[in-house]
């Protein structure tokens, strides 16, 4: 009787065992589309104009790094008129308003505006606040 007993339980423990694997690869699975992700791949890539308005040096280079790893073409990194804005700020440059919502969804932040601009190469200008931090800071 106690090999039979033996038996179950080796079955129960790789059965266990099987379980605990599948569960462990849909948890790692899940966790790495944890996060901003572009809302669908567009047409051709937004073109985004990268200016650093938050007063820290290096800033809108982290945060074109973080840009393109979401599979933005990020163009020009650049500083903006002035280094004291508070929030960072998404300028929709063409009349399409997609491309600058696509772009404020990634980036997870309500300030987009509308400003028609005819320059060809850029779709998007971004604005770089004081509250990039959050995306550039190491989690």
Not at 24 to 27: E, I, L, N, W
Not at 77 to 83: F, G, M
Not at 87 to 93: D, E
């Given at each position: 009787?106690?090999k039979?007993?033996?038996?179950r339980?080796?079955?129960l423990?790789?059965?266990?065992?099987?379980l605990?694997?599948?569960v462990?690869?849909?948890?790692v699975s899940?966790?790495?589309?944890?996060?901003?992700?572009?809302?669908?791949?567009?047409?051709?890539?937004?073109?985004?104009?990268l200016?650093?308005?938050?007063?820290r040096t290096?800033?809108a280079?982290?945060l074109?790094?973080y840009?393109?790893?979401?599979g933005?073409?990020?163009l020009v990194?650049?500083?903006?008129?002035?280094?004291d804005?508070r929030?960072?700020?998404?300028?929709?440059?063409t009349e399409?308003?997609?491309q600058?919502?696509?772009?404020a969804?990634?980036l997870?932040?309500?300030?987009?505006?509308q400003q028609?601009r005819?320059q060809?190469?850029?779709?998007?200008?971004v604005?770089?606040g004081r509250?990039a931090?959050?995306?550039?800071?190491?989690?």
């Open positions: 009787m106690a039979k007993s033996s038996g339980s080796r079955v423990d790789i059965t266990l065992a099987a605990f694997v599948l462990a690869a849909m948890v899940a966790a790495l589309r944890v996060g901003p992700q572009t809302a669908g791949r567009p047409k051709r890539p937004i073109r985004i104009e200016l650093n308005g938050s007063g290096g800033l280079g982290e074109a790094s840009l393109r790893d979401g933005f073409d990020v990194v650049s500083n903006a008129d002035r280094s804005y929030n960072t700020i998404v300028v929709n440059r399409w308003t997609d600058g919502t696509t772009v969804d990634y997870g932040t309500r300030h987009v505006i028609i005819a060809e190469m850029i779709d998007v200008t604005i770089v509250d931090r959050r995306w550039t800071q190491p989690r």
